[in-house]
C-alpha cells in the first residue's frame, strides 16, 4: 500500500492527457484499498446526527440510541462534557432488545432528524418507527439552546393478537442519581434537577431506568413520545427553565411547535442536488451547531475548542451568518468590544488568550465585520463598528516594521500554522495575502462609511503590500513562477507549496494568471485521494511532526473547502466539487467515525485531531455561497 501511494505521490501530472487520466485512476485505486483495508479494521462510531446548542447526540450507523451524549456547559473555558450514553431498548418477557437488533431496519440520519423503521423482532411482533431530534430554529438561539432530546415512537402491532412491551431508556448511572418521578394526568416524569426524562403516558423510574409499557390490540398503532433534557444553571436556558424536569415538560407542551421550527431549519440547508456534497454538508453542520455556547450571562460564542477565536470561528459561522444573524452580529460585537485601545484582537475571547504574535487574528475580524454588512447591509451598525475596525487595520499596518508593505511574523504564533518548526518564517503566503484581503474589505467599508482619508491610507498599503507579494522572490518578493513562497527570517527562501495561500484567490488578491498556476501547482503536487495536502513535499521527520500529518502535509477539510470555493470562483466547479467528495469519503464515511475531524493524515487517509472541528463547517460557505448562491459576495 506505501508504495503504491509514493508512486501516486511522485506521478508527474503535467497537461498530458494521458498522465492526468492515469493520475485520476492512481487516486481512485488507492482510495478503494485504503477504503476497504480500514473498513476491516476500524469499527464505525456512528457520528452525531442529532444536535443544538445544548446537546450532541451519538445515534449509530445500526440504529441504536443513545450511545454518546454530550452536554455543552454553560461555564467558559471547557469543551463539550461527555455524559455517556442513554440507552433506548425494548423489553418483553423479561428479554431485552436493542434496536440494532431488529432484521430489517431503514435508518436516515440526516442532520438534524434521525428517522428509523425497524421491523421483523426476535422477541418482538411490532413494528416502531421513529423520529428523533434536538429543537433548532432559524435565528432562534434560546429555542437552539434547548437542553432536551425529543423521541417520538410510532408503534404497530400488524398481528391480529394483542403484543405487550416495554420501552427502556437506560441512562448512565452518573447522571440519574436520586431520581424521583411524578406521574400526573397523561405526562409522566422522573428527575433530579439536573437530569430528567418525560413520556406523554403512564411510564414510571425504577432501578434506574425508565419504563413507558405500551400495549397493542391486533392491527392497532399508538404513538409514545419521550424528552430527556441534561440541565445546566450557568446555560441561556436557565433563565426559564430552573431544573431539567421543567425543561421535558416544557418540551412535551410544546412538541409539535419544536419539531415544526425544526423542519424549516432543515429546510433551510442548501442543497445542490449532489447527493454526496449534500450528505456532506449536513455532517459537516454539526459542529458549527454544537460548538456553539451561549451561557446565562447572555455571552455567546463558536468554540474553536473552548473560546471565540475570530480565526477558527470565521470558518465555522457561515452557518451562523445565514441561520443565526442575530447570534452572529452579536459574536462580531463582543470581539469588537475586546480590541485594545492599540488595535490588538485577542487571540481568543470568552476566556482572553492573548498573543501579541498573531496576526491574522485582526484579520479575520475586519473580514467577518465586512461578510455580514455585505450580506444585511446595516448601515448604522458599520458606522458605529468602524472606528474600531479601524483600529483594528491600523494596528496591522504597524506590524510592517521593515516598511516591506506586509507585518512580520516574529514568532510560530504568527497565523494558524502554529507550531515550532516555522518559527524562523518572516512571511508567509497565509498572513499576507489575508491582510491585503483586509485591506480591500476596510477599503469597501470605508466607502460605505464615506471616510476618504481612511481610503486613501488603505489604498496605499494594499499597493505596497500587493507589489511585495506579487515580485519574483529573486527581487525580494514571494512569487517562484507557480506559487506563492515563505520568506525566512534569515533571508533564505521556503518554496513549499502551501494549499493555505489560495485564501487570495478566495478574496481576489491575486491575479488571475498566477491564481490559475497556483491551482494547477496544487493539482500537480499536492492532490492525494483524501483532498488536497496543505504542505507539499513534507519537511522531515525532524520538523517535528511525522510527514503528511498536521501541519507538515495533511489534508485539513476547512482549508481544502476554501481552496474549492476558490476553484469554483476561477469556473472550476467539477475540480472543487471532486475534492469536496475527496474529502467527505475520507473524513466522513471511510473513517467510520461520522465526524468532522481536524485534519487527515495525506498519506493513509486516517482521522487526526479534534472529531467535532468547528471550522470544518467551511463546507457550508463553500456550498451556499459558492455553488448555490454563486452571485452573492459575502
Given at each position: 500500500m506505501s508504495n503504491i501511494l509514493k508512486i501516486y505521490m511522485n506521478t508527474n501530472c503535467g497537461n498530458n492527457k494521458m498522465t492526468r487520466n492515469l493520475r485520476i485512476y492512481m487516486a481512485a485505486l488507492v482510495s478503494m484499498l485504503c477504503f476497504t483495508l480500514r473498513a476491516q479494521v476500524k469499527p464505525a462510531a456512528g457520528g452525531y446526527p442529532i444536535a443544538n446548542f445544548a446537546l450532541t447526540v451519538n445515534v449509530s450507523e445500526q440504529g441504536?440510541?443513545?450511545?454518546?451524549?454530550?452536554?455543552?456547559?454553560?461555564k467558559l473555558g471547557g469543551w463539550l462534557l461527555d455524559?455517556?450514553?442513554?440507552?433506548?431498548?425494548?423489553?418483553?418477557?423479561?428479554?431485552?432488545?436493542t434496536l440494532s437488533q431488529f432484521k430489517d431496519k431503514d435508518i436516515r440520519r440526516v442532520f438534524p432528524f434521525v428517522e428509523a423503521e425497524y421491523a421483523k423482532s426476535s422477541h418482538i411482533s411490532s413494528n416502531i418507527k421513529l423520529k428523533t431530534f434536538c429543537p433548532l430554529a432559524v435565528n432562534d438561539a434560546e429555542t437552539s439552546s434547548l437542553p432536551v432530546l425529543m423521541l417520538e415512537m410510532e408503534c404497530t402491532n400488524p398481528t391480529r393478537k394483542?403484543?405487550?412491551?416495554?420501552?427502556?431508556v437506560k441512562p448512565g448511572n452518573e447522571i440519574c442519581g436520586q431520581m424521583s418521578s411524578d406521574n400526573e394526568g397523561k405526562r409522566s416524569v422522573a428527575s433530579n434537577g439536573s437530569f430528567a426524562v418525560a413520556a406523554d403516558?403512564?411510564?414510571?423510574?425504577s432501578g434506574n431506568v425508565f419504563r413507558v409499557p405500551?400495549?397493542?390490540?391486533?392491527?392497532?398503532?399508538?404513538?409514545?413520545?419521550?424528552?430527556?433534557?441534561?440541565y445546566d444553571s450557568d446555560w441561556i436556558?436557565?433563565?426559564?427553565?430552573?431544573?431539567?424536569?421543567?425543561?421535558?415538560?416544557?418540551?412535551?407542551?410544546?412538541?409539535?411547535?419544536?419539531?415544526?421550527?425544526?423542519?424549516?431549519?432543515?429546510?433551510?440547508?442548501?442543497?445542490?442536488?449532489?447527493?454526496?456534497?449534500?450528505?456532506?454538508?449536513?455532517?459537516?453542520?454539526?459542529?458549527?451547531?454544537?460548538?456553539?455556547?451561549?451561557?446565562?450571562?447572555?455571552?455567546?460564542?463558536?468554540?474553536?475548542?473552548?473560546e471565540l477565536n475570530p480565526r477558527d470561528s470565521y470558518w465555522t459561522t457561515w452557518v451562523h451568518l445565514l441561520l443565526y444573524k442575530d447570534a452572529e452580529r452579536k459574536m462580531i460585537e463582543e470581539c469588537l468590544a475586546a480590541v485594545s485601545p492599540a488595535g490588538k484582537m485577542p487571540t481568543t475571547i470568552l476566556p482572553v488568550i492573548e498573543r501579541e504574535d498573531d496576526l491574522d487574528i485582526n484579520a479575520f475580524l475586519i473580514l467577518r465585520a465586512a461578510r455580514f454588512y455585505q450580506l444585511y447591509h446595516e448601515k448604522d451598525k458599520l458606522l458605529s463598528y468602524w472606528p474600531v475596525l479601524k483600529k483594528a487595520m491600523d494596528w496591522l499596518i504597524?506590524?510592517?516594521?521593515?516598511?516591506?508593505?506586509?507585518?512580520?511574523?516574529?514568532?510560530?504564533w504568527g497565523d494558524w500554522k502554529d507550531v515550532k518548526g516555522v518559527e524562523d518564517r518572516e512571511y508567509s503566503p497565509f498572513s499576507a495575502l489575508v491582510y491585503l484581503a483586509a485591506l480591500k474589505k476596510m477599503m469597501y467599508m470605508g466607502e460605505e462609511c464615506g471616510d476618504s482619508v481612511a481610503i486613501e491610507k488603505y489604498e496605499d498599503a494594499y499597493r505596497k503590500g500587493y507589489d511585495i507579494v506579487n515580485k519574483p522572490i529573486e527581487e525580494g518578493g514571494m512569487w517562484n513562477g507557480r506559487y506563492y513562497c515563505q520568506l525566512w527570517k534569515n533571508g533564505s527562501v521556503n518554496d513549499k507549496l502551501l494549499e493555505d495561500q489560495t485564501i487570495g484567490i478566495l478574496f481576489d488578491v491575486v491575479p488571475r494568471d498566477k491564481a490559475l498556476k497556483i491551482i494547477e501547482s496544487l493539482n500537480e503536487m499536492s492532490l492525494t485521494p483524501y483532498g488536497v495536502a496543505e504542505t507539499f513535499p513534507y519537511y522531515p521527520k525532524e520538523f517535528g511532526l511525522d510527514p503528511a500529518t498536521y501541519h507538515n502535509g495533511a489534508v485539513w477539510p476547512w482549508v481544502n473547502f476554501m481552496d474549492c470555493w476558490a476553484?469554483?470562483?476561477?469556473?472550476?466547479?467539477?475540480?472543487?466539487?471532486?475534492?469536496?467528495?475527496?474529502?467527505?469519503?475520507?473524513?466522513?464515511?471511510?473513517s467510520g467515525d461520522w465526524s468532522a475531524n481536524e485534519h487527515i493524515n495525506s498519506l493513509t487517509g486516517e482521522n487526526l485531531g479534534f472529531h467535532i472541528q468547528g471550522w470544518s463547517a467551511a463546507l457550508f460557505g463553500t456550498v451556499y455561497f459558492g455553488l448555490v448562491n454563486p452571485d452573492i459576495v459575502p
Open positions: 441504536d440510541m443513545y450511545g454518546q451524549v454530550l452536554q455543552n456547559v454553560g455524559r455517556g450514553p442513554v440507552r433506548v431498548e425494548l423489553e418483553k418477557d423479561g428479554k431485552k432488545e394483542e403484543e405487550t412491551f416495554t420501552i427502556v403516558v403512564d411510564a414510571e423510574w405500551v400495549t397493542l390490540k391486533g392491527k392497532e398503532m399508538k404513538t409514545v413520545r419521550i424528552a430527556i433534557s441534561l436556558s436557565a433563565r426559564n427553565f430552573a431544573s431539567a424536569g421543567e425543561v421535558v415538560e416544557h418540551a412535551c407542551s410544546v412538541w409539535d411547535i419544536l419539531e415544526t421550527k425544526t423542519e424549516e431549519f432543515s429546510q433551510s440547508i442548501p442543497e445542490t442536488g449532489i447527493e454526496d456534497v449534500d450528505t456532506y454538508l449536513r455532517w459537516y453542520m454539526v459542529p458549527a451547531i454544537s460548538l456553539t455556547r451561549y451561557n446565562k450571562k447572555g455571552e455567546i460564542l463558536t468554540m474553536g475548542y473552548m504597524s506590524r510592517d516594521t521593515k516598511g516591506k508593505g506586509l507585518p512580520r511574523q516574529v514568532s510560530f476553484r469554483i470562483r476561477l469556473g472550476q466547479k467539477d475540480d472543487a466539487i471532486d475534492i469536496i467528495k475527496r474529502v467527505g469519503r475520507a473524513d466522513i464515511i471511510a
